[in-house]
């Protein structure tokens, strides 16, 4: 080879000499090029190509030097520059063996020398994990040497050239080899070698310079080759570096620098494309605003270099260690990322607060470490480069959890398979951003980031989401307009108090109540839902018999606030109030045979029911001392007391009144609502010494609309004011004509009972037809014909659209003996339970059905890539963890769930249901609790 290249120089040389009319300072300087250290310089078809190719050649013109660039293998170019035959070396590391007959000039490239790791070592993070492997290495190269000093314990096998480490590789021979950035393109089965040793995998080891060389002695071309780079500018340096580090050749538009390893948000997918969520939103924002966008995969230790060498404009980053980078400022925030606390299954650990002798793991450099250490100064902890590191710390025992950004973890796990083998603990969550960074000082590109931005919609952000990002709950945008923005103090305080309890009645329906399968619910639970998605508050409900232990507790700061409570001066002692939410009329419940009343004035020396607490009972014994007051502990108790006769009437809220005279079928009682009672509003009641409460809740209250009020009230008033007149129209009337219309519509809701109700029957029994000719009757969900609809019309829409889909065959295990052992109507409540969980987690655009019995089906549309398909079934088994109340008992059930995945798996109904089927019957045969993608 050596000679092969030696002849061509000298022929050339030869050639252009015996021109009789060239000056002897017009002889070509000799540039030798290696054939195989791709992207820096290499051969096509024995040509000179390259990064520093390119350079060498700019540098030729700006020095007017004649030059010949000439290509060898890395031994030839070595051989080729030691004996003179080429005056200088395109680009070499500086090592001590070479500095003994080589002088080197400016460096013209930062490089990385890499170890390409095979696919099959997953867990090899480290090149002294490597010492059980070979390491394919070019004799002579700076590999070899720098691999010697930094891990003299690993075995090398040395090659002639390259692309025989590669061949080596490919026959097994290695499991990891040397490198630069990339593996060279002009190898011919670089698809193949890239897939089992993915770049995303290398372990760089050491970062040095490429830099021109001569013979030691000859300063006066080491002076020309400095003076000559020197006339190249910055611009035109960046212009050959972006043709060279692209992704696709010469790039015009701007770069942005993404991770490899980072799923759902950026990755490489399967064909070493960059996708994710991330990179779907840059690529929007290019749309957006007409700039061509590219992407460079890169590590974190790179970025730094690559900024220098201008080949990246922006880094889409996740929270670590790179947003502090000296060469990095953020332009514009993203996103903002929850990250939460990951365990192991069997460490029995419930609470952060009960880890003492393990450390915790968490990432280097994690924005929330400070919030972390302050309140939690105990808890020592251990620090990991990545999300890798962490969970196979857990695994190993040698910590007891991790924090970790929660979908990225959860896609991870995923992937690995063992995401039922770690629990996450839902406090303290903490919230981490996820930034796009520029170059220091470019203030012009920060403002283009910053306004690219302003031209997205939220919407189109929101709908990229949905496609990474399945469970709702975990969605950033989706639920942003919904969220309340908070200072950085109320944030802070947010941090500190994990859990705020709020006091409730069990039995004050339609505000809160327990229902009949132990869950607390009404207006007031639909509220509370309603806070902490727009809050992150996390709120625990604290069930008290009577409103009067629920106001002593609120006082005792025994709980945090209550909710649907009026201010008094007494209460304003140990209580601060929220503004107002909704007005609260009052009612008064006599017998039928009684004359109407309207005021309280119509009582003199009359018993009236009042219950314990209400702040309205001192009001009365001041204004109305002629009305005898007669303290009971519930509405029932006092609505009971009047159809018994014990008392004239009794005072409550209207819609509690209603809602109990129905409840408790007291057909001889009416109402009326009363005028001369100051209408209250319903308020929140919060310990004096949380004013920051006080303040997250208002600034909430601000954001709760006028339809989110009706849609709140309605789904609970729809049950107590029977039809003729519509929840809605009640709220509207009573709010902009008063308590009198109020009175009138009460009055003929409850005079035309029996008629409405004779009606409405009629009415349900025709929707219930309807109803059920589509729906399962016991749970309400789609039954086994519209699930065929909905399947048939989703085989079409994907057709067009090319989009995956997955139909999940779900059978229960364990459902047989919860029928067995507590009877049938046991095991009902159990599957409307079920139902109602999995419907918790399934997206709105999914369909969810029972085929009968225990088997379930959910077809999931618009998938972005199988493992969303593995994700929500991860899901589904994980809903039913939790025990299921069965009278005094609690039951188990787990779930076997084959996944078949359109149009992989089949393209028709049929076929999709039978492959899902055998699959979910594979689990059965096995350890069930699982699922099965073909």
Known sequence: MFARTLLAVLIYLFCFMAQPFVAAQDKPLVIVTSAETYPYHFAIDGQPRGMLVDLWRLWSEKTHTKIVLVSASWVDSLEMIRSGTADIHAGMAVNEQRATYLAFADSLATVHSNIFVHRSLPDIKQPEQLRPYLVGAVKEANHVTMLNRLYPHLAIAEYDRQFSVYDAAMRGEVLAFTGLDRVSSQYEPVLELEQRFPNHRKLTYHTTSLHPSVQSGNDALLAKINDGFKLISDEERAAINRRWFGT?????????????????????????????MLVDIWKLWGERNGYEVNFMVQEKHTLDSQMDMQLVDIVSALPSAENDSQALEPANQLMTLKVQFYTPENSGVNALSQVSELPIGVLEQASYLPQLTSQYPKLSFSYFSDHFELIQAAISGEIAGFFGLSNLTEYVLIQRNQLNQFRRLDNPTFAAEVLALVGKGNENLKQRVQLGFEAVELSDLAEIEQRWILAPQDRYFENLPLSVELSDEENRWLSSHPVIRMGAVKDYSPFEFVNEVGEFAGVNADLVEWLESRTGLRIEVVLFEHWQQVLE??????????????????RRQSLIFSDGYWPTPWAIAIREEELLVSQLSQLRGRTLAVIAGYQVIPWIRRNHPEIELKVYESGAEALQAVSSGEVFGALDNLTVAVSMVRELSLSNLKLSTLHDIKQESSQFGIRKDWPELNSILNKALLMLTEDERRKILSKWLDLTIEQGVSSEKVWRISVQIGALVIVVMTLMVLWNRRLNKEIERRRAAEETI???ARHDELTGLANRRQFEEQILGALENHARTKNLMALMFIDLDGFKEINDQHGHGAGDQVLKEVAKRFQGVVRRSDTLARFGGDEFVVLATNLHHRLHAAELAKKLIFALEKPFKVGDAKCSLSASIGVAVYPEDGETPDVLLRVADSLMYKIKQQDKNGYLLS
């Open 770 to 772: 309807r109803h059920l």
């Open 553 to 570: 507790a609120a006082m005792r700061h025994k709980v945090d606030f209550v909710a649907a409570i009026s201010d008094t001066p007494e």
């Open 248 to 276: 696709s050749g010469e790039q015009a538009g701007i770069m942005i620098a993404i991770l490899p390893d980072a799923p759902p948000y950026m990755m490489l997918d399967e064909d070493g494309v960059p996708s994710g």
